[in-house]
């Protein structure tokens, strides 16, 4: 059974940077794509970036483009969200997600979810 962990998040002041880490453990098959999601209070789960099994491959959602970079350490078994220029919008509680198939996708549509992480812009 795949097990997502995220840690990273946080309190961050606007215009600050943050980082947000998806420890993955317990599979065997090594081509899972990754997912990176966010729900704010009183708003529906958003897909913010995902990346391919071989990080090749990846998508940011028109909001975090150019200020967000996903990639991933497949030696670590662990993606990052490297989160720039963070405004108060982006506050949201952050999940990590697997889906068994090289490809990602910016919809709900992975098989595996982490617990998530609190993520905070606020002066």
């Known amino acids: 059974q795949l097990q997502l962990v995220e840690s990273g998040g946080g309190l961050v002041q606007p215009g600050g940077s943050l980082r947000l880490s998806c420890a993955a453990s317990g599979f065997t098959n090594p081509y899972y794509a990754i997912g990176w999601f966010r729900q704010a209070p009183g708003k529906e789960r958003e897909g913010v970036s995902c990346?391919?099994?071989?990080?090749?491959?990846?998508y940011y959602a028109d909001s975090a483009k150019g200020r967000f970079t996903i990639s991933r350490d497949n030696a670590k078994n662990t993606v990052y969200l490297q989160m720039n220029s963070v405004k108060p919008e982006d506050t949201a509680v952050y999940y990590c997600?697997?889906?068994?198939?090289?490809?990602?996708?910016?919809?709900?549509?992975?098989?595996?979810w982490g617990q998530g992480t609190q993520v905070t812009v606020s002066s």
């Open positions: 997600a697997a889906r068994r198939s090289r490809l990602c996708v910016l919809l709900d549509e992975y098989d595996y």
């Open positions: 990346i391919s099994s071989s990080g090749g491959t990846t």
